[in-house]
């Protein structure tokens, strides 16, 4: 009698027997030919910006330009793709960089996200500047976004929680806070991470944070140029001083 392993099977609706090794390679070959179009649609990133055009990919693949529909329904498919990757391995970077530093050491973990964040646009120029450059003409990130965006702003979450729990952090201002920004202040703040952080301290956080992503902006976009020439050392004072900023230092 012929012995077929129960797992190397599924029974289908129509009552056939199919391999379910056979499903488990289509899926595989799936993924890999998926893969390969982001990786191609990146190439283009990085020579025709976010002017992504699904049958220039499929032509680069040798495919026909109908068959890359099955895998991506539009350019905004695409993009999407592309963007939630890209927050993803900046998230990843940012989190393993946080983790190799002390958890008590407030201004060291801040600077590890810091220099993380830069290391990680500067190699992957292109991706940065689908992220965090200017929006795409008619595209509307997706509510699919939102977490991957998230992972790095969590680590600054963290800081601002653990500098409150310690008492390191305070809460006091000499500027009046206005009133609009107060209400839009407590809104944002009730995202999740943040609870339990003061306003003012909170948004001493958006100014850091504000600061990062525009200094490494300025210096990608070649707004530094003939302005600055030891851009790590720029760099890492303007954090040092976000650090002082924020209280950690």
């Avoid at 939102?146 to 008492?167: K, M, Q, W």
């Avoid at 920004?181 to 943040?194: K, M, N, Q, Y």
């Avoid at 944070?209 to 070649?222: A, D, H, N, P, R």
Wanted: with cysteine.
């Amino acid at each position: 009698m012929l012995s077929i392993r129960d797992s190397d099977l599924c029974i289908c609706q129509t009552g056939r027997v199919e391999s379910s090794r056979s499903g488990s390679v289509r899926a595989r070959v799936r993924a890999e030919l998926t893969d390969e179009i982001k990786s191609t649609a990146r190439r283009h990133l990085a020579t025709d910006g976010a002017n992504l055009s699904l049958r220039a990919v499929a032509r680069d693949l040798g495919m026909v330009s109908s068959a890359i529909y099955r895998y991506f329904a539009s350019r905004d498919d695409l993009l999407t793709a592309l963007i939630i990757d890209a927050y993803d391995s900046l998230g990843e970077a940012a989190e393993q960089a946080y983790a190799s530093v002390p958890s008590s050491d407030l201004d060291a973990g801040w600077m590890a996200i810091c220099r993380a964040i830069r290391s990680w646009a500067l190699a992957n120029r292109p991706e940065y500047a689908l992220t965090y450059g200017s929006p795409v003409p008619g595209y509307a990130a997706p509510q699919d976004t939102i977490g991957p965006a998230s992972r790095p702003v969590l680590l600054l979450a963290e800081l601002l929680r653990e500098g409150v729990r310690r008492g390191q952090l305070d809460a006091r201002s000499t500027i009046r806070m206005p009133a609009p920004l107060r209400a839009d202040l407590r809104r944002v703040a009730a995202l999740p991470g943040f609870d339990g952080v003061p306003e003012v301290i909170f948004v001493r956080g958006m100014t850091a944070w504000t600061q990062l992503f525009g200094v490494i902006s300025f210096e990608l976009f070649g707004r530094l140029t003939n302005a600055i020439e030891d851009y790590d050392a720029y760099f890492d004072y303007q954090m040092r001083v976000m650090s002082a900023h924020l209280g950690f230092r």
